[in-house]
């Protein structure tokens, strides 16, 4: 009876093997494959039955230890067979899934190549032929504006870039963002790329109010030095504004703006940051001997610091004092003075008990041009929510 137990166990072992090879056979379609493991199953079949009629006329003559040994080889056999189909299974997932996640992987580099196209258009867009013939005496406002927004495109076009670094480098960016802007609360997750904004942009217009971004001796030299240089301040900038960074500098290695460009580099990008995204300071060693690095990171720098140094001539241009000014924590509302980054702020206010929002941070600092107000971009929040931080 124990060998003939043996020799069914082993029988439904291998028609299990069978149909495994039969289901692997389906996808890719085998012909030849799916009669043989038919064919198993068939004669597979056909023995058990055989066995059984003969069970039943009790014409049985099988050799305990022989048929139990073959029964147990039998069976073997059949549980490799079906983990070697297992195992080919698996490996034609896993191939499937690699082919699929290639395709992703195309895909997401052409959206990547074609979203930073349209963000290259969009950033050398814009209209800054306007500039090209026009004369210092006939510079206004709407010119400086015109400029500022062009200056910001490439502003957040980098903060995004240094965000997708620091991710690739496994930031902790909520402690980046809190070191930013301590206590501030964000109503969306996203909304916290405006703290690396206003990051930069305070930093890289930190001096804007002086000749060079440095600070004179008294005010006197620096009415002085900017009403005698109007017209080439002006010049300056129609001469840069269209340049690429590394040519202009290739051409003016000791210029103001070379000097600009490392020391904001330095400010922006300080040593631990450099080390932490990049795991050297190589970059750093190249700008403080006045090279230019080629990593798209710098290059991405060198643009942004190229049109807010153009945009300083620019401000330099005119007749009238342009300056800087930022708008401090928990102030209120002013549509003179500000305009919040996002819409949520004010519709969270308007349907709010007090109606009242106040500023958290600055996000792009504010510009006054002789008695005009160029608004400050700022986030803002519910005084509840302030009052809770």
């Known amino acids: 009876m124990e060998a003939l137990l043996a020799r069914l166990f082993a029988g439904v072992t291998t028609i299990k093997a069978a149909y495994a090879e039969l289901q692997m056979a389906q996808h890719p379609y085998n012909n030849d494959s799916i009669q043989a493991a038919d064919q198993e199953v068939v004669d ?11 069970f039943m006329k009790k014409d049985l003559d099988l050799s305990p230890q ?32 690699d082919s699929k996640m290639l395709l992703l ?5 052409e959206s990547i190549a074609y ?7 969009l950033n050398s867009s814009g209209s800054l032929s306007m500039f090209d013939n026009i004369k210092l005496s006939l510079l206004n406002t709407t010119h400086f504006v015109q400029f500022l927004h062009h200056t910001l495109r490439s502003i957040r076009s980098f903060v ?6 620091m991710e690739s480098a496994h930031w902790d960016l909520e402690a980046a963002v809190k070191f930013i802007h301590p206590n501030a609360s964000f109503t969306k997750p996203t909304h916290k790329s405006f703290a690396f904004e206003s990051y930069v942009c305070i930093t890289m217009l930190e001096g804007f109010n002086y000749p060079n971004f440095t600070l004179p001796n008294d005010q006197i030299q620096k009415h002085h030095h900017r009403y005698n240089n109007q017209s080439l301040y002006f010049e300056k900038f129609k001469k840069l504004k269209s340049l690429n960074p590394k040519q202009y500098l290739t051409h003016n290695p000791n210029s103001s703006f070379q000097w600009f460009l490392k020391s904001k580099y330095l400010q922006v990008v300080h040593a631990k940051m450099e080390c932490s995204l990049f795991g050297n300071l190589n970059q750093r060693k190249v700008v403080n001997s006045g090279g230019y690095p080629d990593s798209p990171f710098f290059i991405a720098f060198a643009e942004l610091a190229k049109r807010v140094w153009c945009l300083h001539c620019l401000a330099l241009s005119f007749d009238e004092d342009v ?6 924590k928990n102030a ?16 969270t206010s308007n349907g709010s008990d007090s109606g009242e929002v106040r500023v958290v941070f600055t996000v792009v600092p504010g510009f006054k041009i002789g008695k005009t107000v160029i608004q400050s971009q700022v986030y803002m929040s519910p005084v509840g929510s302030l009052a809770s931080q």
């Open 115 to 121: 979203n930073k196209s349209l963000e290259k258009k």
């Open 44 to 54: 597979e079949l056909k023995a058990i039955s055989e066995l059984k009629r003969r």
């Open 323 to 328: 300056t800087v000014f930022q708008v401090k």
């Open 105 to 109: 992987k195309k895909h997401l580099d």
């Open 332 to 347: 209120r509302f002013s549509e003179v003075f500000m305009e919040s980054v996002t819409e949520e702020a004010v519709s």
């Open 160 to 165: 995004k870039l240094m965000i997708r670094e």
């Open 66 to 97: 022989i048929t139990i040994m073959l029964a147990e080889i039998q069976e073997q056999q059949s549980l490799m067979k079906t983990y070697e189909i297992t195992i080919k299974k698996l490996e034609a997932e896993v191939d499937v899934r």
